[in-house]
C-alpha cells in the first residue's frame, strides 16, 4: 500500500481543508497500486448534534432559509445531520498513458438524516413530511470526471466537478467540516447539508458538467479556463423571473487566475480571482408581471486571499454578481420583469491553532439589491448576515471533534427581519 497526496488534492474538497486549514498535514488515503495503475480511497464521514434558536417572531423575509418557528412552537430544535459537507467517499484511479498523467475520479456524498430531494419529491414515507419512519437520505453526486496532464502542457479536466468561482471560498471556510449556519427547523434541507458561510458571505461553487483546462504553474501562477452546462435561473420565492429548460446558445464561461507563495514552514497563502459569464434565457416572469428582459447577461466575480504563519491564518473574500444571485448561481438572480440583480458580499476569517486544536472566527454577509421591476420596500431577502465562533480539536489524526456558535440574520427590503442562533456539537472522521 502507498500514500497518494496528489490524488487527495484533487478529489477530496474536505481533506483539501483539513491539510490546508486545520493542521492536519497532507491529506492521505487508501491507496493499492499495481500494474502501474494507483487506485485510492478517501472521504469523511461526519454527524453533528445542533440546537438551533428559531425566531419566534419572524418578520415575513422571502428567501431566508433562517429557522422561522410556527405559531405557538417553541422556537427551539434540535437536530442530528451532517454539516455543511455531507458524507463522502471519492474513488480514484490513476495511470500515466504515453507519458500523460491520466485520472478519473468518482464522489459521492449521502447524508446521514432522512430526505426527500429538497423538494418533497423523494421515496421516503409521507413525501415531504421531513423526518418519518422508513426514511432514507439523499445521494448527491458531486463528481464525475477525468483528468489529463503533464508538467509541460498543464491539465485538462473533463466531466462533473465543483464549478471556480467560490470554491477557494468554500474549501477554506471553517464551517466547512462543521456547521455554521444550521438553517432550518428540522434535518431535512438540500442534499442534508447546512449552510455554513453559503449565502451569508460567499455563494456555493455548484458542480457541473464542464470541460475546463489548467496551466502548469509558473513560480507559483497558474490560470484556469473552461466552459460548463449553462444554468437556468430559479425564482424559488415567485418575486423574480426565471428560465425552465429553456435552451441556450452558448455555454457558461469560468475562469480562475490563482497565485501560490511561501512554504509551509514560513509565511505561505494564495490569492485568486474568477470570473463567470453567462447568457440567460427567461421563460418565466414574476407573479403578475410581464418579461421586458428575455435575454439578460449573468455576470460573476469574486477574490479570495489567504495569509497563514506559524499557526495563525487570515481568509478574505469578496464577490459581486449581476444576475448571480443568492446562495449558489442565478438563484433569485433577476427581477419579476427580468433584469439582472447586484449581490455582492464577502467574509474574513481568522484562525489559530495550537497543538491539536484550531479556534476560528467567521464573519460574512451578502447583499442582494432589488431593481427595475421589483417592488419597492417589499418581502424580498435584502441581506443575510452571520458570525460564527468555532473550536475544532483533533482527538486522533483522522478525527476532529467540532463545536461552533453561530448567530446569524435575514433582512427584507422592507426592513423586517428574522433572526436566529444556533450551537453545535459534533465529530468529523477523514480517510
Excluded: W
Excluded at 117 to 136: K, T, Y
Excluded at 307 to 312: S, T
Amino acid at each position: 500500500m502507498t500514500s497518494n497526496t496528489r490524488i487527495l488534492a484533487r478529489g477530496s474538497a474536505a481533506l483539501m481543508f483539513l491539510g490546508a486549514s486545520l493542521g492536519s498535514g497532507a491529506a492521505q488515503a487508501f491507496a493499492v497500486e499495481t500494474g502501474g495503475i494507483t487506485f485510492s480511497v478517501s472521504g469523511n464521514v461526519n454527524t453533528n448534534y445542533t440546537f438551533t434558536n428559531c425566531d419566534k417572531n419572524p418578520g415575513v423575509v422571502a428567501g431566508s432559509l433562517l429557522c422561522a418557528a410556527p405559531a405557538g412552537a417553541s422556537g427551539k430544535a434540535s437536530s442530528l445531520n451532517s454539516g455543511n459537507l455531507p458524507n463522502g467517499i471519492v474513488l480514484g484511479v490513476k495511470t500515466q498513458v504515453s507519458g500523460v498523467d491520466t485520472a478519473v475520479f468518482y464522489g459521492f456524498y449521502p447524508g446521514v438524516a432522512n430526505n426527500d430531494f429538497a423538494f418533497g419529491n423523494g421515496p421516503n414515507l409521507g413525501s415531504g413530511a421531513g423526518n418519518v419512519a422508513l426514511g432514507s437520505p439523499n445521494l448527491d453526486i458531486r463528481q464525475v470526471y477525468a483528468t489529463f496532464s503533464t508538467a509541460e502542457l498543464g491539465t485538462l479536466k473533463v466531466g462533473r466537478d465543483y464549478s471556480m468561482l467560490g470554491f477557494d471560498a468554500i474549501v477554506n471556510d471553517i464551517t466547512l467540516i462543521a456547521v455554521g449556519v444550521a438553517s432550518v427547523r428540522t434535518a431535512t434541507s438540500p442534499a442534508n447539508t447546512t449552510l455554513g458561510t453559503i449565502g451569508f458571505g460567499h455563494l456555493f461553487s455548484t458542480p457541473n458538467a464542464g470541460i475546463t483546462y489548467t496551466t502548469p504553474s509558473f513560480s507559483g501562477l497558474t490560470v484556469s479556463a473552461g466552459i460548463y452546462q449553462p444554468l437556468d435561473a430559479i425564482a424559488l420565492t415567485g418575486i423574480g423571473a426565471g428560465s425552465t429548460a429553456s435552451a441556450k446558445p452558448a455555454p457558461q464561461i469560468q475562469g480562475q487566475v490563482k497565485y501560490k507563495f511561501g512554504a509551509t514552514t514560513g509565511l505561505n497563502g494564495f490569492v485568486s480571482a474568477d470570473g463567470l459569464y453567462q447568457k440567460q434565457e427567461l421563460t418565466v416572469a414574476g407573479a403578475g408581471a410581464t418579461l421586458t428582459d428575455r435575454n439578460p447577461v449573468a455576470l460573476g466575480f469574486d477574490v479570495t486571499s489567504k495569509v497563514a504563519y506559524a499557526g495563525a491564518a487570515l481568509v478574505g473574500h469578496y464577490y459581486y454578481g449581476e444576475g448571480l444571485g443568492a446562495y449558489s448561481y442565478f438563484i433569485e438572480g433577476f427581477s419579476p420583469t427580468g433584469k439582472a440583480r447586484v449581490s455582492q458580499g464577502g467574509y474574513i476569517q481568522a484562525t489559530y491553532t495550537y497543538a491539536k486544536t484550531t479556534l476560528g472566527a467567521n464573519y460574512g454577509i451578502s447583499r442582494l439589491n432589488t431593481t427595475d421591476g421589483d417592488a419597492d420596500g417589499g418581502d424580498l431577502l435584502k441581506a443575510n448576515s452571520k458570525y460564527t465562533i468555532g473550536l475544532y480539536h483533533k482527538l486522533l489524526d483522522n478525527l476532529t471533534l467540532t463545536t461552533e456558535y453561530t448567530d446569524a440574520k435575514s433582512k427584507a427590503n422592507s426592513g423586517a427581519t428574522i433572526n436566529t442562533s444556533n450551537y453545535n456539537v459534533g465529530f468529523f472522521i477523514s480517510f
